[in-house]
């Protein structure tokens, strides 16, 4: 049987999760400036696998609108440029024989309205998933209650706490929301 203490614990952790979930798909989303995590997620067919590009090349940004891609392995260079140009980010490599660079186009006012639209939806699925998270605890909460585990005031303050720390999380994700917004209005 778990303690409330228990309950609070795994639901931040699960909060916490589902933070970083829309962290990473944020970092997915191309707001004119180059980032490594661009590509991170990219499949490369390398030595008979589908492997993340991440392990067969050094990343780097030198510059704001510039990423580089040194393969460890200069045999799958133009595996990896194959792949780069494969993928959905409608972008163009430049192979020199040792290195791909890659440069970040700014993107259109269209595209600019299209990214902010996807980072909502990525916030609300966020959100979604803190409630989720909220309701779940709140059951087990209510269930100790009614197991007679706990009592009701011990129950009671255990839900609002529960509804502080949601309060909290969205709040965090609302920040990142804004951040990234900003990032891609202000490029």
Do not use: C, W
Not at 52 to 64: E, F, I, K
Not at 129 to 157: C, F, P, W, Y
Request: hydrophobic share 35%; charged share 35%; no cysteine.
């Amino acid at each position: 049987m778990s303690t409330i203490k228990e309950i609070i614990t795994e639901a931040d952790h699960r909060m916490e999760q589902s933070i970083h979930s829309v962290e990473r798909e944020l970092g997915h989303l191309r707001a004119g400036r180059a980032s490594t995590s661009l590509v991170d997620y990219i499949k490369v067919e390398a030595y008979g696998a589908e492997m993340p590009l991440n392990q067969l090349a050094t990343l780097s940004t030198p510059d704001a609108t510039t990423l580089t891609i040194t393969p460890f392995d200069k045999s799958q260079l133009n595996a990896i440029d194959k792949a780069l140009r494969l993928s959905e980010l409608n972008l163009t490599p430049q192979n020199d024989g040792t290195v791909i660079r890659i440069t970040i186009p700014p993107p259109t006012e269209d595209r600019r309205k299209e990214l902010i639209k996807l980072v909502h939806k990525h916030g609300e699925e966020g959100r979604i998933s803190i409630r989720n998270v909220r309701r779940d605890a709140n059951e087990h909460i209510k269930k100790l209650e009614k197991d007679k585990a706990v009592g009701q005031d011990e129950s009671r303050t255990a839900l609002e706490d529960m509804d502080k720390h949601v309060e909290r999380y969205i709040a965090k994700l609302d920040n990142l929301i804004k951040d990234k917004e900003k990032e891609i209005l202000d490029f």
